[in-house]
């Protein structure tokens, strides 16, 4: 993987704010609901999130800008403690032999958790910060999430001295076959609690109902997911916290409808209207405009209002709205009214049917 740096475009003094702007730009950029079927684009923003969760975490930037993304271990053309560990691979870990030292299991990972946000048709076109309550686990107060009652604490397992695998060894024709497993005594922690927590009963962590702060960005629609990374449900005892996923739910509007990131608008305007033009004040997501109607303006003309749709995610810039005219034909005329378009239709050489004709009656009796 290229430099992390690099990846997401800042210098190696930046501040955790420039980490964090150029990480939400290029995530939006390279999302893969922003670029569908596109490979590299996820790809790209796989990298960019892994560049991201290390710089914006000030112990593992640390680590990173010392020995690079390998960490430590980097410092060693054969990665992790050298030759030692090329051995212990192949010797150690469940093949040949019998020596060597089994990595500590720890507490696990806490699970990932998925909630839905719903926003509002123009806090999704502009960005918001939506508030997303989940009932997930916590760090339990009381103990500090060790799940030792206070004044307690938790003590190394003997049976895997700490280690929280236990191996197995058993002759074979080859050799000495060794086995490794999670330690029946301690599940695996390297530790056991003699006096749990009461509150967490040795969970080290409690449930509860908590709720996040989303940021999410503009431009995003419904089926979008974004991911909180740490934002999930605790591990036990200290364990790491799992990623919370939120997936978007947009309300639709009762104004616009988005196809792309092009907003469309039907404009009503009145027959008399289109035929001698007119000027219709719109009220858009942006602000108030008017639409100029020409005269003999027919049902289906668009004007196209330019940038003021749906912000782009992959890049800059945004959508067009795009304002399509429908001409509205008067369903109910009073006498006068009537006997007007009959002096137009009179002056334009256009025949109408006649008042007398019982044609507008029957028509009505046959719609009813």
Same mark, same amino acid.
């Not at 960019?48 to 680590?63: C, G, H, I, K, N």
């Not at 719903?118 to 508030?131: C, I, K, N, R, Y």
């Not at 009762?254 to 209207?273: E, I, K, S, W």
């Not at 304002?323 to 002096?343: G, H, W």
């Given at each position: 993987?290229?430099?992390?740096?690099?990846?997401?475009?800042?210098?190696?003094?930046?501040?955790?704010?420039?980490?964090?702007?150029?990480?939400?730009?290029?995530?939006?950029?390279?999302?893969?609901?922003?670029?569908?079927?596109?490979?590299?684009?996820?790809?790209?923003?796989?990298?960019?999130?892994?560049?991201?969760?290390?710089?914006?975490?000030?112990?593992?930037?640390?680590?990173?800008?010392?020995?690079?993304?390998? $960490?430590?271990? /980097?410092?060693?053309?054969?990665?992790? @403690?050298?030759?030692?560990?090329?051995?212990?691979?192949?010797?150690?870990?469940?093949?040949?032999?019998?020596?060597?030292?089994?990595?500590?299991?720890?507490?696990?990972? $806490?699970?990932?958790?998925?909630?839905?946000?719903?926003?509002?048709?123009?806090?999704?076109?502009?960005?918001?910060?939506?508030?997303?309550?989940?009932?997930?686990?916590?760090? !339990?107060?009381?103990?500090?999430?060790?799940?030792?009652?206070?004044?307690?604490?938790?003590?190394?397992?003997?049976? !895997?001295?700490?280690?929280?695998?236990?191996?197995?060894?058993?002759?074979?024709?080859?050799?000495?076959?060794?086995?490794?497993?999670?330690?029946?005594?301690?599940?695996?922690?390297?530790?056991?609690?003699?006096? =749990? !927590? =009461?509150?967490?009963?040795?969970?080290?962590?409690?449930?509860?109902?908590?709720?996040?702060?989303?940021?999410?960005?503009?431009?995003?629609?419904?089926?979008?997911?974004?991911?909180?990374?740490?934002? $999930?449900?605790?591990?036990?005892?200290?364990?790491?916290?799992?990623?919370?996923?939120?997936?978007?739910?947009? /309300?639709?509007?009762?104004?616009?409808?988005?196809?792309?990131?092009?907003?469309?608008?039907?404009?009503?305007? /009145?027959?008399?209207?289109?035929?001698?033009?007119?000027?219709? =004040?719109?009220?858009?997501?942006? @602000?108030?405009?008017?639409?100029?109607?020409?005269? @003999?303006?027919?049902?289906?003309?668009?004007?196209?209002?330019?940038?003021?749709?749906? =912000?782009?995610?992959?890049?800059? @810039?945004?959508?067009?709205?795009?304002?399509?005219?429908?001409?509205?034909?008067?369903?109910?005329?009073?006498?006068?009214?009537?006997?007007?378009?009959?002096?137009?239709?009179?002056?334009?050489?256009?025949?109408?049917?006649?008042?007398?004709?019982?044609?507008?009656?029957?028509?009505?009796? /046959?719609?009813?």
């Amino acid at each position: 993987m290229a430099d992390y740096y690099e990846l997401l475009g800042v210098s190696r003094d930046a501040t955790a704010d420039d980490i964090k702007r150029s990480y939400r730009r290029l995530a939006r950029e390279h999302h893969p609901d922003a670029n569908p079927g596109d490979v590299e684009a996820e790809a790209r923003f796989k990298q960019v999130a892994v560049a991201y969760e290390t710089l914006s975490d000030p112990e593992r930037r640390r680590q990173y800008d010392m020995f690079g993304e390998a $960490g430590p271990g /980097a410092q060693s053309p054969f990665g992790g @403690g050298g030759l030692g560990d090329i051995f212990d691979m192949f010797f150690n870990q469940g093949g040949f032999g019998g020596g060597g030292q089994t990595a500590p299991s720890g507490p696990p990972r $806490g699970s990932d958790l998925e909630a839905v946000v719903d926003l509002e048709f123009a806090d999704a076109v502009f960005g918001a910060q939506a508030p997303v309550s989940v009932r997930t686990a916590m760090p !339990c107060d009381d103990c500090e999430a060790t799940g030792a009652a206070p004044g307690s604490q938790a003590q190394t397992c003997v049976e !895997c001295a700490g280690v929280g695998q236990v191996r197995r060894v058993r002759q074979s024709i080859l050799g000495q076959m060794v086995t490794a497993g999670p330690c029946p005594r301690c599940n695996g922690f390297g530790t056991v609690v003699p006096t =749990p !927590c =009461p509150t967490c009963r040795g969970e080290g962590r409690s449930i509860e109902e908590h709720t996040f702060n989303v940021d999410v960005p503009a431009g995003v629609d419904t089926g979008a997911t974004l991911r909180l990374p740490g934002r $999930g449900a605790v591990g036990p005892r200290g364990g790491a916290a799992g990623d919370l996923y939120v997936h978007v739910r947009v /309300a639709p509007d009762d104004r616009f409808v988005r196809h792309g990131d092009d907003l469309h608008h039907d404009l009503h305007v /009145a027959a008399t209207q289109a035929a001698l033009g007119a000027e219709i =004040p719109l009220t858009t997501l942006d @602000g108030d405009e008017v639409v100029a109607v020409a005269p @003999g303006t027919q049902t289906g003309k668009v004007h196209r209002l330019r940038g003021q749709g749906v =912000p782009h995610l992959q890049s800059r @810039g945004r959508g067009d709205l795009l304002v399509q005219i429908v001409v509205d034909t008067p369903t109910e005329l009073s006498e006068e009214e009537a006997e007007l378009l009959r002096q137009l239709a009179e002056l334009r050489g256009e025949e109408v049917a006649s008042p007398e004709s019982g044609l507008f009656s029957r028509l009505k009796s /046959a719609f009813k």
